[in-house]
């Protein structure tokens, strides 16, 4: 009877194991995906059910609205819009006080994830003042304007977060690691847990 329940025991982690990871991640895009599609959804406000003349609320309108202003905005952008008018409307965006600081904050991020001149695609590891060794990404080799000769920017992502930390760190402490960028991100972002390949 004890190997019985030893062996259901052992059936029941390893289903865990593999339900638990997929389940949580089909949560999480369930719950972003009805979270955003909630907020941006406005079919209930222009369309209404024949039949009771409610308000008729479609499920997924609102993301499907946006990749379509996206792309429709993408498209403009490669074939109407030349360098110099792009570069007129960045300067008359960041004329607005307020919006200004959104705007270049939100765009600098954004450019630095999947932009074309990505900046999250150095990993590195860097020693610090205490003996320990810390992952992150190079993103600012020259700091002369900021009087800094010898020293780089090194992003550190958080573990378990979205968030993270700038560090000015010595040029001599950065070692450049041989694996790309994506797989140093999960690395930090699973607190090592996410195992390395070749």
């Known amino acids: 009877m004890k190997r019985i329940i030893n062996a259901l025991l052992r059936y029941f982690i390893k289903g865990l194991l593999l339900i638990l990871p997929m389940g949580a991640a089909i949560l999480i895009l369930f719950w972003a995906f009805t979270s955003l599609d909630s907020v941006l959804n406005f079919s209930d406000s222009f369309i209404t059910d024949p039949n009771t003349g409610k308000p008729l609320y479609i499920p997924g309108l609102g993301i499907l609205s946006v990749i379509v202003i996206i792309l429709f905005f993408g498209i403009i952008a490669t074939y109407l819009i030349t360098e110099p008018i792009y570069n007129w409307f960045g300067k008359w965006l960041n004329r607005i006080p307020v919006f200004k600081f959104l705007y270049s904050s939100v765009k600098d991020i954004t450019e630095a994830i ?10 590195v590891l860097v020693e610090t003042s205490d003996g320990t060794k810390k992952i992150g990404f190079l993103t600012q080799k020259d700091l002369k304007i900021l009087g800094l000769t010898d020293e780089v920017a090194v992003y550190f992502p958080w573990s378990y977060s979205f968030a993270g930390e700038l560090v000015i760190v010595k040029a001599d402490k950065v070692k450049p690691l041989p ?14 847990v996410s195992a390395l390949h070749d």
């Open 114 to 123: 999947v932009g074309d001149e990505k900046k999250l695609n150095e990993p």
């Open 179 to 192: 694996i790309s960028s994506s797989q140093a991100m999960k690395f930090i972002v699973s607190g090592g």
